[in-house]
C-alpha cells in the first residue's frame, strides 16, 4: 500500500556532504511525523532526525548544527542534508514515516535504506 524508497547514499571524504531523499508513494491520505534513522555495523539503529506534518524538527545530539531535516508535501518527499560528515556517520540510513492511508488508520512505514560511507 505504501512505499519509502530512499536514495543519495554514497561514499564521501570525511568533512564533505550528501542529500539524502526518501520519497513516499501508494494510497497515501497524509504523511505525519517523518524520520532518519541510522544504523552502523555491529550496533544498534538510532534516531538521527525527527519532523513533524506542521515542520517542527529535532536532531540526535551529534546531527545538531551538521543535519537538516527537511520535507516536501507536495512531493510525499523527506530530505536529509548531511554536512561535515565524519567516519562515525558511516551507517545505512532508514527513512521512517507514519503515514494513514486512504483505507486504514496511520501506520509506521520503513524505507530499504542507503548507504553512506565517509572515508578518505
Known amino acids: 500500500q505504501v512505499q519509502l524508497v530512499e536514495s543519495g547514499g554514497g561514499l564521501v571524504q570525511p568533512g564533505g556532504s550528501l542529500r539524502l531523499s526518501c520519497v513516499a508513494s501508494?494510497?497515501?491520505?497524509?504523511?505525519?511525523?517523518m524520520r532518519w534513522y541510522r544504523q552502523a555495523p555491529g550496533k544498534e539503529r538510532e534516531l538521527v532526525a525527527t519532523i513533524t506534518s506542521a515542520g517542527s524538527t529535532n536532531y540526535e545530539h551529534s546531527a545538531k548544527g551538521r543535519f537538516t531535516i527537511s520535507r516536501d508535501n507536495a512531493k510525499n518527499t523527506v530530505y536529509l542534508q548531511t554536512n561535515s560528515l565524519k567516519p562515525e556517520d558511516t551507517a545505512v540510513y532508514y527513512c521512517?514515516?507514519?503515514?494513514?492511508?486512504?483505507?486504514?488508520?496511520?501506520?509506521?512505514?520503513w524505507g530499504q535504506g542507503t548507504q553512506v560511507t565517509v572515508s578518505s
Open positions: 501508494g494510497s497515501i491520505f497524509t504523511i505525519n511525523t
Open positions: 521512517n514515516g507514519d503515514i494513514q492511508t486512504y483505507v486504514g488508520p496511520s501506520k509506521s512505514y
